[in-house]
Every structure is written in structure tokens, then in C-alpha cells.
């Protein structure tokens, strides 16, 4: 590298000189100027190293914005020693935090010199970050390597272990001698240890010892014969529990509480039990490992011991197997006629000798058939990568060419009737005593079809949505890279559409989850129909879903794509006897105009979907760059709304009712309010809608029924004893198993009766689940509170929803008044619901009261009370109370 001398003037002539300024700009490395500590020259090269747009970005930041913390004193010190000394300073490594927060390794090179008749400091910085990873990944792959070679030797150490072990049970040896020499291999390849086998009586609660070839004498004898339990040592215990029990430390741990004197004076100070298992799983004993230090036991041993055990299981299950054969043929055909897992046994020829009525089960054969005949007729078997096995390579035939055991095979077949049994088999050679020569296969197997279809499902599953069984997000990005990875080695045309119902949490909400999950899966199957087989329908999650569209000739099959999935979705959905409508907004991006990779594409998609929902809803639109400004809006509102609770930036603004006989007060009607530090008042149309898709209405409710309690009982206290305070209520509300606690706790905190307290909701909400509702409608009322229905006429207005619901209000909406006294139709439908509430001995308030005509009317007509801006406009709460003090 140039010295920093060389690059750079060390004059006041490097500002103005055009020639050194051409080449610090097209310098590839990185060039800063530090002065007073801060940062006042970079080039091109430097603020692109930082992620900086453009040098102003830079310029005036401390060092401390540029260097990593731990790099920072260092760095300050080398400074002050350049200025002072008029030195170089040697080249160094250093850590710098670039602008969007990612750390980078730099060689930095830096000189002290003259900058604008002032001392300054010369930065040259190079992007080392690529050799550094480079010098890890070889660190990390010696490393590995070391630890491969060890794992290798032990890996040898222990086949050689197992080899002798199948050896002996193959050759019939003695199953103590068997059982010895495995402990003897533990030993020597653990090393420093001792082992011992034990294994139950035939009582199933007292252990015997064995193998035990290095244990003192008079602790084996303290063993012998140890019932076992919960507190039994670690074998007694491993045995009792079917799971492995380690003790560290044998002098504190209670499991030790009957032989710690006995193993502590014999030098056993820890100690490890795995449990001995047959192949259905049943305890035989346990494999002990002892220790003359406290330590606990290294993963690998704790593998290899368990990998042993599997052979003890194996060759003492032979062995009982064998002695049950010699001892009684009878007596072996009851037990394993009883026995869970299938049992064969296939003599050299093929023939099959012996066969249990479970083996029968598992194979789908007569009983009685199986004996005498050369093969179970099956059709075919395969391996769990869908292999066909070969009539030369069946499991039963290479142990008896081999004489070698094959353990823990797990096989398809395929049964006679069509059906597909996966099973998991060990296969043992059986040699007649004195004979090396395998005269027949012992073979033992366990239907695990459940367990491989539980496998398959959850691999499914992994990919799939569970509700509708289409592709999730995982499979979406993994064919959609596959896609891009396509399309760039050819032409291969991808698109995006992101699709979100319209209406559906509305819906949702209205007739409860359950259904809502059945309007989905309809929802699902049309949508599949729309597509291609070679598109690609996934369910992102809730009501939102993509479509990848692969091979199409132009934005034309787009287009009918989503004019497509428009209509569909627009017809009628039918469900518990009710039609519920729904809409879908599109968004469709493409690549590569709108993005090289996945994520760019979905985000894109995403925005574009948003802007159809802002243009109207229920149609598509395509992605331009004009839609990201108004994500960004959203997304920086759905953030803004999260901290505004915490950060007390709502308030509550109070609208009069008055009783339109009197002109008097009667009430009010408290309305949220977001007021912003930076945005000022933000709209309720903008933000209500974002609390409730994201939830966050709950807290913001309870919060609403909190303030609004508090006040109402302020105001009774101190100037109108009758005055009603309502509240509004979403849907998502009573969805939320504490409501009836939140309405229940802002009544008792603020003092207010409850029957100064009106909960306000709205038609849709009584077209949900009655048998969900009622409970909640009934604790409500039990509390004392009363239900006014909102903007009544608007929505799904039936008789049978007053009848059934405790409603004690009806609010008739605005749209109705606004055409009063104009428009026969609404006084028309205003008269009428007057009526019809006066018949049901309901109360009455109309919404949206502006002049002096519409009061008269409802006057007229005979309506209770009124709400509008004729009378006062949602107002601050200190405004409020100056118009109850007015006695209006």
C-alpha cells in the first residue's frame, strides 16, 4: 500500500486543488479527515464503506459515531500520540459501525498533517471484512478437523467394541461372558472408570449384578439384590424411572441416601445408569458407570454408553428368547403369542418355523397361515427413502448369509390387501449349541406406521398450512427462490400476488372463530381453482395469502388471474343459514422490474395490495413506487400507535346527550382521541381500524372504560347527579376473555354505579355466535351496566336480535337524521323505529342532530334523546364541564 504521505498532499492546497481531488475521489480506499476529533473530509469511497448516502452524512460526526466502543480509546490515544509526535502511527486493525448499524473490520493506516492550516489527521481505510471471515472459517476448520480425528478414533475404538459384542451374541457365548466383556470394552474406552451390568429379577423390583469385572467386591454384594425405586442409587432408580439418572457427586445426592457409606468407602465418588431396554421398549436392567472423582459424564460417553446398551438389550432379550426355546416350546409359544411385537422365526430355506398372532396383525395374514410357507405374500418392501429391496438384500437372508445381527431396521411393506406397514425390526441369528453354522433368523418387529405417519404429517405440516392445507411462508420462500433461481439462468417470468380479504375480521368477529376458520377453507378451495397447476397458492397466515406465478406470456394472464379471484371471492359464502359476503384486495408485483429477490417481491406485492385496499377495497392493483411512501405511512403508524398508550398521548373527548323535552344534559358519549407529539390530532378513521387488526383495542378500551368511569363519577359528585356516561365497545372486545373484569374494575376504582355506565355497540357484533355472547352479555347486565345498540338501521337489523339481547337503547344513525325533514324515506324509517322501540319499551337517541328542524321533528315524533353538533361537538373534558356548569 501507497504510504498516506504519498496519496495525499500534507498542505492547505489539498482543498482547492482539483488534481488531488480527482484522485482521492476515485481512490478505492477509504479516505477521511479527522480534525478536533470529528470527522470534516471523506471521499467517495469513504462514505460508501460507512453505508453513508452522501458525504454530508459524515461530516461533523465524532469519532465515537464511527468506531466500535471497544475500539474507541485506543483509536483516541493514537490520535493524540500522531498530533504530538508528527508521526505516522503503525497500521492497525479496527472495528467501524456503519450507518445502518452493521459492523465492518478495517486495516486502517493514518498520519498526522496540515488540513485547512490546521492539524489534522489522515485516515486510510480498507474493508477487511471478507479476509477476516476468511481467517475464521480456517480457524474454525482446523478445529473441526481435530475433533474429527478424535471422534474418528473413538468412532473405530467403538465399532471394534460393537464388532466383538455381536460376535459373541452371534456365536452364542454365555450371556454373562457377553455382558462382561461389554463392560470391559466401556471401560477401556472411556478409561479411568468402572462398569457393572444389572438386571431385574423375575419379580420386576430387586436387581441382580451380573458383570461387573472392576467393582470392589463388598459393594457388589451391598447391590445384590437392592429393590428399586425412585431413591434406589442411579441404578436402582434408571431401572424404576426407564430413563437414564446421573449423580455427579454420590456424597450430597439423595438418591444415595442407602449405599453412599458403602460406595464412599470403596472410592466411588460418581456415578451414571442408563436404563437396558428390550426392543418394545421394556425395561431389562441397567448399564453403570462409575467414576473415583465427582464429574459428570462427557455427551459423547453418555452416547456411546447408550449405543451400547441397545447390544446389551439385544443379546440379553436373545438370550431369554434362546433359554425359553431350550427350556419349553410350549412355554415360548405363550409368551410370545402375548408379546406386543411380531416375532418370526425363518429357517435357512425360507421357511417360516414360528410366527406370533401379533406378526400376524402386522402383516395382514390369516391366522395359522404364516407357518410352513416361504414368505408372507407380500408385494413388495422398501426402505425410508422409498427403495425397493431386492430378494437378495431382505434383511432375513443377509443375517443368515452373514451371521451377522441387522438392529433397529426400519422398512416399508407392502401387505397383500394394498395396505403400507411401516415396522422397525431387529433381525438375530440362531446357531444350535456347537454348531458355527446359522440355522434360522429370529425376527422381531414393531408396527411404527402411526409413528412414520405422525413423521410424515409433521414434515407436512412444516410446510403447510394446518387450517387450509396450502403451502405456508417457509415452502412460499423456498419455491419462490427456486423461481428466481430459474429465472435467472433462463427466461422465466415470476409475479407476485398478494391477496388480503376484505371484511373477513369483521366477519370473524361477528360469527366467532370456529366458522371463521370453516369461511377460510372455502375460501382456500376457490382461490386453488383460479390458478394453474404450475402457480403456486400459499396462506401467509390469518386472512392474508400469495400467489406465485411462474411461465406466463404477459401481464395479461395477471390480470385475468386477479379479475378471477375477484369474482370468486365476490359471490356469496353460506354458512349456519346466513350468506356473509367478502371482498379480496390484490396487490401484484413482478420480477425483475419491481425486485431481484423474494423479499423485495413480497414487500412490493404487499404495498401495492395496501394501495387497493385504500383505493376501495375489493380490486388489484400493480406496484409502482409511489405505493412504498404510503407503507412507510402505515407501518410508522401501526409504530406509533403501540407506544401511544405508554406514552399518554390519547385523551377523551365528551359529546352531550340531551333530553329533548327538557333541553337538559342527560349524558355523554366518550370518544377517543390520539393526539401526537409531531402529527397533531390523528384522525380515529386512520388509527381505530389499525387497533383493531393488530389488537391493540383491548388495552386501549379498558384504558377508554377507565378514564371515562373516572370521570362521569366526578362529574355526578360535583355537578349532575343523573348523568349517564357511554362507552363504545369493538367486537374484538369481546373477544377478550377479561372484559367483563375491565367494566367490573374501572366501576369499582372510579366509584360510578353501574347503571350510570351505557356500553354502546353495534349490530354486527349480535350477529356472532349466541351461545358465546349470551355469557358475556349476562355478566355484563349482571354487573348493573346497560346496552345501547350504535347506529341502528345500518347494519342487520332484526327484532329477534332485541329480543334476545339485553338492549335497553337504540341509537338511530345519522345517515337517517341527515335526510330529516327532507326525505320521506327517512322520516319514514325515523318514525318507525321510534316506534317499534317505544313498543319494545326501549329508550331512543338520535345521532347527528345539526339544526333546529331535525330536533323539532324528534321532538315531534316522540324520540327521548339527541347527540349532535346542533347541540355541542365532541369537546376536551374541562370544555364539557364548563357546559355542565352552565345547566344546559
Known amino acids: 500500500m501507497v504510504s498516506i504521505q504519498q496519496q495525499l498532499p500534507a498542505a492547505d492546497e489539498f482543498p482547492g486543488d482539483d488534481r488531488y481531488e480527482m484522485l482521492v475521489q476515485l481512490s478505492p480506499d477509504a479516505l477521511y479527515v479527522l480534525q478536533n476529533n470529528q470527522l470534516v473530509y471523506s471521499n467517495v469511497a469513504g462514505f460508501r464503506l460507512l453505508c453513508a448516502d452522501a458525504p454530508e452524512d459524515l461530516i461533523g460526526l465524532p469519532v465515537a459515531k464511527l468506531l466500535h466502543p471497544a475500539y474507541l480509546a485506543k483509536a483516541e490515544a493514537r490520535i493524540a500520540y500522531m498530533l504530538k509526535s508528527g508521526q505516522a502511527a503503525p497500521s492497525v486493525e479496527q472495528k467501524y459501525v456503519r450507518r445502518d448499524g452493521h459492523v465492518i473490520d478495517v486495516e486502517v493506516r493514518s498520519a498526522p498533517f496540515m488540513y485547512a492550516a490546521k492539524p489534522a489527521i489522515q485516515v486510510l481505510a480498507r474493508d477487511i471484512t471478507a479476509r477476516k471471515a476468511a481467517e475464521e472459517a480456517l480457524h474454525f476448520s482446523e478445529e473441526r478437523h481435530r475433533l474429527a480425528a478424535q471422534e474418528a478414533t473413538r468412532a473405530k475404538d467403538s465399532l471394534h467394541h460393537e464388532k466383538i459384542i455381536l460376535e459373541m451374541i452371534a456365536l452364542d457365548e454365555p450371556i454373562k461372558d457377553i455382558l462382561r466383556e461389554v463392560c470391559l470394552g466401556i471401560e477401556w474406552i472411556v478409561g479411568q472408570i468402572c462398569c457393572s451390568i444389572s438386571l431385574l429379577d423375575a419379580d420386576g423390583e430387586h436387581i441382580q449384578v451380573v458383570a461387573a469385572p472392576s467393582l470392589p467386591e463388598a459393594y457388589v454384594s451391598a447391590m445384590q439384590g437392592m429393590a428399586i425405586g425412585p431413591q434406589a442409587a442411579c441404578c436402582g432408580t434408571a431401572i424404576y424411572l426407564n430413563q437414564p439418572v446421573i449423580s455427579g457427586d454420590i456424597a450430597s445426592d439423595p438418591l444415595w441416601e442407602t449405599l453412599r457409606e458403602t460406595a464412599l468407602a470403596q472410592g466411588l465418588r460418581a456415578c451414571w445408569s442408563v436404563p437396558v431396554r428390550a426392543a418394545s421398549g421394556t425395561v431389562l436392567g441397567a448399564l453403570d458407570v462409575y467414576f473415583t472423582e465427582t464429574q459428570l459424564p462427557s455427551k459423547d460417553d453418555l452416547n456411546f454408553v447408550s449405543n451400547i446398551t441397545h447390544l446389551v438389550g439385544v443379546a440379553v432379550q436373545k438370550d431369554r428368547v434362546e433359554r425359553s426355546l431350550h427350556e419349553s416350546e410350549e412355554r415360548y409359544r405363550s409368551v410370545v403369542n402375548c408379546l406386543a411385537e411380531g416375532i418370526m422365526v425363518q429357517a435357512r430355506d425360507g421357511t417360516i418355523v414360528a410366527c406370533n398372532p401379533s406378526a400376524e396383525r402386522i402383516l395382514r395374514v390369516p391366522p395359522g397361515s404364516a407357518v410352513g410357507s416361504k414368505g408372507m405374500n407380500l408385494r413388495r418392501m422398501f426402505t425410508e427413502d422409498g427403495s425397493e429391496i431386492l430378494p437378495e438384500q431382505l434383511p432375513s437372508l443377509v443375517a443368515l448369509r452373514t451371521g451377522e445381527a441387522i438392529l433397529n431396521l426400519t422398512m416399508g411393506l407392502e401387505t397383500a390387501d394394498g395396505a403400507t406397514v411401516w415396522v422397525s425390526q431387529n433381525v438375530l441369528p440362531i446357531r444350535q449349541a456347537g454348531v458355527q453354522e446359522v440355522s434360522s433368523v429370529l425376527v422381531s418387529f414393531t408396527d411404527v406406521s402411526a409413528v412414520k405417519e405422525a413423521q410424515q404429517r409433521l414434515q407436512f405440516l412444516a410446510s403447510h398450512d394446518s387450517l387450509t392445507g396450502l403451502p405456508n411462508r417457509a415452502f412460499l420462500v423456498e419455491r419462490l427462490a427456486h423461481a428466481l433461481s430459474l429465472a435467472q439462468r433462463q427466461t422465466h417470468r415470476i409475479a407476485l400476488l398478494f391477496l388480503d380479504l376484505d371484511r373477513f375480521k369483521h366477519v370473524n368477529d361477528t360469527i366467532g372463530h370456529e366458522a371463521g376458520d370453516q369461511l377460510l377453507q372455502t375460501v382456500a378451495t376457490r382461490l386453488s381453482a383460479c390458478i394453474r397447476e404450475t402457480d403456486t397458492l400459499a396462506r401467509l397466515g390469518g386472512d392474508e395469502f400469495v400467489v406465485l406465478a411462474e411461465s406466463?406470456?404477459?401481464?395479461?394472464?395477471?390480470?385475468?388471474?386477479?379479475?378471477?379471484?375477484?369474482?370468486?371471492?365476490?359471490?356469496?359464502?353460506?354458512?349456519?343459514?346466513?350468506e356473509y359476503y367478502l371482498g379480496v384486495s390484490i396487490g401484484i408485483s413482478v420480477h425483475p422490474d419491481d425486485g431481484e429477490d423474494g423479499n423485495t417481491l413480497l414487500r412490493c406485492a404487499d404495498s401495492a395490495m395496501y394501495a387497493a385496499k385504500e383505493d376501495g377495497r375489493n380490486n388489484y392493483r400493480f406496484y409502482t413506487q409511489e405505493m412504498n411512501a404510503r407503507s412507510q405511512r402505515r407501518y410508522h403508524l401501526e409504530k406509533n400507535l403501540r407506544h401511544a398508550l405508554a406514552n399518554d398521548q390519547f385523551v377523551l373527548y365528551y359529546q352531550a346527550k340531551t333530553d329533548l323535552q327538557s333541553g337538559r344534559i342527560v349524558g355523554a358519549e366518550a370518544l377517543l382521541r390520539w393526539r401526537h407529539p409531531e402529527n397533531g390530532l390523528v384522525s380515529p378513521v386512520d388509527f381505530i381500524p389499525v387497533a383493531e387488526e393488530t389488537g391493540l383495542i383491548v388495552p386501549i378500551g379498558s384504558w377508554v372504560l377507565e378514564q371515562a368511569c373516572r370521570q362521569a363519577a366526578d362529574w355526578r359528585a360535583r355537578l349532575a347527579p343523573h348523568l349517564r356516561i357511554a362507552v363504545n365497545l369493538s367486537p374484538r372486545q369481546f373477544q377478550d376473555n377479561s372484559l367483563v373484569e375491565a367494566v367490573s374494575l374501572a366501576l369499582q376504582s372510579s366509584g360510578l354505579p353501574a347503571s350510570a355506565l351505557e356500553l354502546e355497540?353495534?349490530?354486527?357484533?349480535?350477529?356472532?355466535?349466541?351461545?358465546?355472547?349470551?355469557?358475556?352479555?349476562?355478566?355484563?347486565?349482571?354487573?348493573?351496566?346497560?346496552?345501547?345498540?350504535?347506529?341502528?338501521?345500518?347494519?342487520?337489523?332484526?327484532?329477534?336480535?332485541?329480543?334476545?339481547?339485553?338492549?335497553?337503547?337504540?341509537?338511530?344513525?345519522?345517515?337517517?337524521?341527515?335526510?330529516?325533514?327532507?326525505?320521506?324515506?327517512?322520516?319514514?324509517?325515523?318514525?318507525?323505529?321510534?316506534?317499534?322501540?317505544?313498543?319494545?319499551?326501549?329508550?331512543?337517541?338520535?345521532?347527528?342532530?345539526?339544526?333546529?328542524?331535525?330536533?323539532?321533528f324528534l321532538q315531534e315524533a316522540g324520540c327521548g334523546e339527541m347527540q349532535g353538533n346542533y347541540f355541542s361537538e365532541p369537546i376536551a373534558a374541562a370544555d364539557f364541564e364548563r357546559l355542565l356548569a352552565t345547566g344546559r
Open 552 to 578: 406466463f406470456d404477459d401481464a395479461s394472464y395477471l390480470t385475468g388471474l386477479a379479475e378471477r379471484m375477484l369474482g370468486t371471492i365476490s359471490e356469496p359464502f353460506r354458512l349456519r343459514g346466513y
Open 761 to 856: 355497540i353495534t349490530e354486527n357484533l349480535l350477529m356472532g355466535e349466541s351461545d358465546t355472547l349470551m355469557p358475556l352479555f349476562d355478566a355484563l347486565t349482571g354487573l348493573g351496566v346497560g346496552f345501547s345498540l350504535d347506529d341502528f338501521g345500518t347494519g342487520y337489523s332484526s327484532l329477534s336480535y332485541l329480543q334476545r339481547f339485553p338492549i335497553s337503547n337504540l341509537k338511530i344513525d345519522r345517515s337517517f337524521i341527515n335526510g330529516i325533514p327532507a326525505n320521506r324515506d327517512s322520516v319514514a324509517l325515523t318514525q318507525t323505529i321510534i316506534a317499534m322501540a317505544k313498543a319494545l319499551a326501549l329508550t331512543v337517541t338520535a345521532e347527528g342532530v345539526e339544526d333546529a328542524q331535525q330536533m323539532r
